[in-house]
């Protein structure tokens, strides 16, 4: 990720820890700041439904989309689960 030619081995961990948690941070606020309408209806039904119990087609009729594809489903549930 970076380097750290110069820092002392008790700096560089901590430094590298404290710049990772920074990055993943910022990545989970820019996602969820901008979230797939499929995504929204997805999170939303994980707090009335568990999800895992169910198939890709069941998961789109629950979230008001039938005709959605399985796929479409599947990859959105993967984006989310970062």
Sequence with gaps: ???F???PPAVEK???QFLNGLCIEAMKTAFSSR???IAEALIKATKEHD???MSLRE???TI???KCHPQR???HLQKISL
């Design 73 to 75: 489903i599947k990859h």
């Design 5 to 7: 030619t110069s820092c």
């Design 51 to 53: 999800l895992s119990q």
């Design 59 to 61: 998961i789109a009729k």
């Design 35 to 37: 979230n797939h309408p």
């Design 1 to 3: 990720m970076f380097g």
């Design 14 to 16: 901590p430094l590298k």
């Design 64 to 66: 008001g989309m039938p």
